[in-house]
């Protein structure tokens, strides 16, 4: 073997193993909540810790898994979620490529106003959003939830979008154009493929915030049937007086994984199309 | 332009299929209960309810962060509840919002009689009951019968110290509690005959006595460990490192499932002032919004007129080791021989109701830092409760 | 040849609904709470409210004393470690992940995804009491194994800052590195390769090539965090300043500071205000930022 390879494989070794010290690292806690969602003690603490518990048991699990009514949060998330991206992307992308590409009076005033909007602590807005949703009577109603989830997330959904597109260059557009293709058609076919990074991006944002989001889901929804997983799980922490924290840390790691599932799938189209020669020559 | 049509058809599809879960609720006997209790008692009150008053449809639902979403909706017919389960302590501040109806016109003379006189104290606010106590829990002094035997057991609170000082060390502990939560430093403020605040919203109206308090609670502060939330506490008492602490019946059982040898007994006196460490109460009770008052005043008639009855009572002692408010349930012979519901009862008489008016919300945030600053930051005592005494008025001022 | 008008309007039309969402969900909000700041809504008026002009304001002056400064300038420090460390970390990270021949990568981002995958206050709850916790946390635990004392993690200001920094990088990191990821991914490898050509090291490709690349794209999400990182409340509060599980620590930030001397109070219009109030101190600072940005 020369030296140079050599060399490269100790840098690759070298490389593998800081990643896998860092992942186990950056993994305690979820190792901590792992260890107790196996243990058959119902406590969050213990003297004696060890990352194998020692009254190993699947019983968490299984209360989680068979005991709630977890397919129905589940169920209930999965709709909030997918009809939240879905609008996210439907309105955050038209908007996103007029920003980009076309100039008009009022443009880059909207723009700084969307981001100075972020500078608001919204602590109160509570109140604000039920005023708005009770006319249209959507209090309980899960297309108001969202409604709301996608109003949040659009001022990050059109920005992150927009950003993408202005680094795609305009050439490919402008024939494209030039041989009669409409707007649509440009977007569609030409842009949006060259931009599934971003995409992709804002769409896992908005589906971790639909995912996790329990403080509108639990004040604007009523009814156990409609909880999400983030309101179940939210039910099922163990305060003071009840509640079992080895079952709410196993709910709480099952309810995390779909999430990771989806983001490990997602991430070959993580890559740019743009290194697939779209601009050169 | 028709992928633009299709893709339209499918939102509206999806606004339609999403948009019907409004319900409709309109019959007049038919109530909706919020709560955010555990399944036990809610399921024990299910039970009793259905056999007292079949007529009704009673819906219980859960709903978590409650005060919250009755600030939103407490005038909303269409999306509040008709009655809730709660704590006593908000009644000031639900009353003030103009969201209660009061209680009294919808029962009997006399259906009170025999409730234990702190829950009535504690579910009335300017003189009008706002509440329909159903029971109540307080702390107890609990010790590990392993470790501590009868003969220790404290009945001064000199000889609590004096039991901490020969049994802490090398991990272990005499005696352990939540010292700096203001929940439960309120004991030791009460034993000392202060108070937190008083009817009128004054805050820490006699102020040596706080500070007497505070002066020689810390002596016993210095013995135990410098957390003080409810997982540390917990821990230690159920793994056997300390020898008693004051909680809540809501220890009980996991102490049991811990193999713990559990006794319970009264709390201590102070030698100095001749008074026990009295604890806080919270009373849980019904509510009832006032537009149910108006709409369904005979459902609600009927309700509560069932609640009163002593089986109710002694269903949720069998069934959740609840402290019933109706003094009656005590007499019941299954409930006289469970040991932590009697405890609670001798506590009732001694135990002071967290107080309910509005100007309370803020003094937790207020005795907490007071405690943090003194307890865990070792700050001088007399400066801290300025400081604190300062605050609360600042911030009980800026509720108006 | 394009017509200006119907670009403009072409371009309103297209945006409409992304702004018409906006508008209600975000700038209604902002309004609304900007009204209730003028009226009287509290405890004692909470759905009778009237108008009372600027009163709440007058008090609410009060509210910024010598505590809020020094909650004002833990916050500003608080955001410029943070986001320092962020970047710098993510870059790096990112950098070595994109080493060609990595073929765990995939996984390894995966994993280091997992802070962000898990709701947040589960999170922070984690830390507290299964790391930071002086009794039984994890931490003290390894230091009694290796025969060191104890350390009372969140008890003391600065201590507490550290600890508050360790998790909301924890928790703020795999964002930005699935973002600076994107970004890279969208720079053209051909400029690297005439780089290397003409010589250039890795230093000097990173300084001029990517950096300059990735900048624009990485623009609105750092823009965000910012934003975020100077509103942070759930990290400082849960973690040192719930009532009732105190840590005795001083730190808060400029949320946490209003949270314990105005909106603890319930007084709507009074919270409303300060909470205008701090909004327009941001305003402020971004406006000035960005004024030295077109200046430049």
Redesign the interface.
């Known amino acids: 073997m020369t030296k140079k390879r050599l060399l490269?494989k100790m840098?690759?070794t070298a490389?593998?193993l800081?990643?896998t010290l860092?992942?186990f690292v950056?993994?305690?806690?979820?190792l901590?909540?792992l260890s107790?969602s196996l243990n058959g003690?119902?406590?969050?603490?213990?003297?004696s810790?060890s990352f194998f518990p020692s009254s190993f048991t699947l019983e968490n699990y299984k209360q989680v898994l068979f005991g709630e009514n977890i397919l129905t949060w589940f169920q209930n998330t999965v709709?909030l979620a997918a009809?939240t991206v879905f609008?996210s992307l439907?309105?955050?992308v038209?908007?996103a490529?007029?920003?980009s590409r076309?100039?008009?009076?009022g443009?880059k005033f909207?723009l700084?106003c969307?981001?100075?909007?972020?500078?608001?602590?919204?602590?109160?807005?509570?109140?604000?959003?039920?005023?708005?949703l009770?006319p249209f009577?959507l209090?309980?109603?899960?297309?108001g939830l969202?409604?709301?989830y996608?109003?949040?997330m659009?001022?990050?959904?059109?920005?992150?979008t927009?950003?993408?597109f202005?680094?795609i260059p305009t050439e490919i557009e402008e024939a494209a154009r030039m041989d009669g293709a409409s707007?649509?058609q440009v977007v569609?076919r030409i842009v949006l493929p060259l931009a599934k990074?971003?995409i992709?991006?804002t769409a896992?944002?908005v589906l971790?915030y639909v995912w996790?989001e329990?403080?509108y889901a639990?004040?604007f929804l009523?009814?156990?049937g409609?909880y999400t997983l983030?309101?179940g799980?939210?039910?099922l922490q163990a305060t003071?007086?009840?509640g079992s924290w080895p079952v709410f840390a196993a709910a709480?790691?099952t309810?995390?994984?779909p999430?990771?599932v989806i983001?490990?799938l997602c991430?070959?189209y993580?890559?740019?199309g743009?290194?697939a020669g779209g601009?050169?020559g | 332009m028709k992928r633009l049509v299709s893709v339209l058809l499918m939102i509206g599809l999806l606004m339609g299929l999403t948009a019907c879960g409004v319900s409709q609720k309109e019959t007049a006997n038919q109530l909706t209960i919020w709560h955010d209790k555990e399944d036990a008692v809610i399921a024990a009150l299910e039970q009793a309810l259905k056999q007292a008053v079949p007529e009704l449809e009673i819906v219980f639902e859960k709903k978590t962060s409650l005060t919250d979403s009755l600030k939103l909706v407490g005038n909303d017919p269409s999306a509040a509840p008709d009655l809730f389960i709660f704590a006593h302590d908000k009644i000031g501040v639900f009353a003030e919002m103009g969201i209660l109806a009061p209680i009294q016109p919808f029962l009997e003379d006399g259906a009170l009689d025999q409730f234990l006189p702190m829950t009535i104290q504690a579910a009335s606010y300017k003189g009008t009951l706002y509440q329909l106590p159903l029971y109540f829990e307080t702390l107890l002094f609990m010790y590990n019968r392993r470790y501590m035997t009868e003969a220790d057991v404290p009945e001064t609170t000199e000889a609590l110290l004096a039991y901490m000082e020969e049994n802490t060390g090398r991990g272990r502990y005499g005696f352990v509690e939540q010292h700096s939560t203001a929940y439960y430093s309120a004991a030791w403020i009460h034993g000392f005959g202060g108070s937190i605040i008083d009817e009128n919203g004054t805050p820490f109206p006699d102020e040596q006595a706080v500070m007497d308090a505070l002066n020689y609670h810390a002596r016993f502060v210095a013995l135990m460990p410098g957390e003080t939330e409810y997982s540390t506490v917990n821990t230690l008492f159920l793994e056997g490192k300390a020898d008693s602490t004051i909680g809540g019946p809501w220890m009980v059982p996991s102490a049991r499932a811990a193999n713990i040898d559990l006794g319970i007994a009264p709390m201590p006196t102070i030698e100095a002032t001749g008074k026990a460490l009295a604890p806080f109460s919270g009373v849980q009770g019904i509510h009832v919004l006032k537009f149910a008052a108006e709409k369904k005043a005979d459902a609600v008639k009927k309700l509560l007129s069932a609640l009163t009855a002593p089986e109710i009572g002694i269903d949720l002692a069998l069934a959740s080791g609840c402290a019933p408010a109706n003094e009656e349930c005590y007499t019941d012979e299954r409930v006289a021989g469970d040991e932590l519901v009697q405890a609670m009862r001798t506590t009732a008489q001694i135990a002071v109701p967290m107080p309910n008016i509005p100007e309370m919300d803020v003094m937790w945030t207020v005795v907490s830092n007071l405690l943090t600053n003194v307890n865990l930051s070792h700050k001088d005592v007399a400066e801290s409760f300025v400081a604190a005494k300062v605050q609360a008025e600042q911030l009980i001022g800026a509720m108006k | 040849m394009r017509n200006r008008k119907t670009d403009a309007r072409k371009a309103y039309l297209w945006s409409s609904p992304s702004l018409l969402l906006i508008g209600l969900m975000v700038v209604f909000p902002i309004v609304y709470t900007a009204y209730i700041s003028l009226t009287n809504m509290n405890v004692y008026h909470w759905f009778d409210f009237t108008i009372v002009g600027l009163d709440n304001y007058i008090r609410a002056l009060f509210v910024f004393d010598s505590g809020f400064l020094s909650a004002l300038l833990a916050t500003v420090l608080w955001t410029v470690v943070n986001m320092a460390l962020q970047l710098v970390i993510a870059f790096t990270l990112v950098s070595l992940l994109n080493v060609p021949k990595l073929r765990l990568r995939r996984l390894y981002k995966t994993l280091l995804m997992f802070p962000w995958a898990m709701p947040g206050y589960v999170s922070i709850l984690l830390w507290k009491t299964g790391m930071f916790n002086t009794q039984f946390g994890l931490l003290n635990q390894w230091l009694t194994k290796l025969g060191l004392e104890t350390v009372r993690w969140l008890s003391s200001s600065v201590s507490a800052f550290l600890c508050c920094t360790v998790v909301n990088l924890w928790l703020a990191l795999p964002f930005m590195i699935m973002i600076m990821d994107g970004a890279m991914q969208s720079i053209d490898r051909s400029y690297f390769e005439s780089a290397i050509l003409d010589g250039a090291s890795w230093l000097e490709r990173t300084r001029y090539i990517t950096i300059p690349a990735i900048s624009p794209i990485i623009a609105p999400a750092v823009i965000i965090t910012v934003f975020t990182t100077f509103k942070q409340f759930d990290v400082v509060y849960l973690l040192t300043q719930q009532a009732g599980a105190k840590t005795g620590s001083g730190f808060h930030t400029i949320l946490t500071y209003a949270y314990e001397n105005a909106f603890i109070t319930n007084n709507y219009g009074y919270s409303s205000a300060i909470s205008i109030i701090i909004f327009l101190l941001l305003l402020v600072f971004s406006a000035r930022y960005q004024m030295r940005e077109e200046n430049r």
Do not use: H
């Not at chain 1, 076309?102 to 009076?105: A, D, L, M, P």
């Not at chain 1, 659009?154 to 992150?160: D, E, H, P, R, Y």
């Open positions: 490269e840098e690759l490389l593998n800081f990643f860092l992942c950056t993994l305690i806690p979820i901590y909540a107790v003690q119902n406590s969050l603490l213990s003297s810790f709709l009809v609008l439907l309105f955050a038209p908007a490529y007029c920003f076309r100039r008009f009076t443009r909207i700084k969307l981001v100075l909007l972020n500078s608001f602590p919204a602590i109160l807005s509570m109140f604000a959003i039920y005023r708005l009770r009577g209090v309980n109603n899960r297309f969202i409604l709301v996608t109003g949040t659009a001022v990050f959904s059109l920005w992150n927009k950003g993408y202005d680094t707007d649509i569609w990074p971003s992709i991006t896992l944002q971790i996790n329990y403080i639990t004040t009523t009814g156990e409609k983030a309101a799980l939210n039910s003071e007086m009840t709480s790691i309810v995390s994984l999430v990771l983001f490990f991430q070959k993580m890559t740019s743009l290194t601009v050169k």
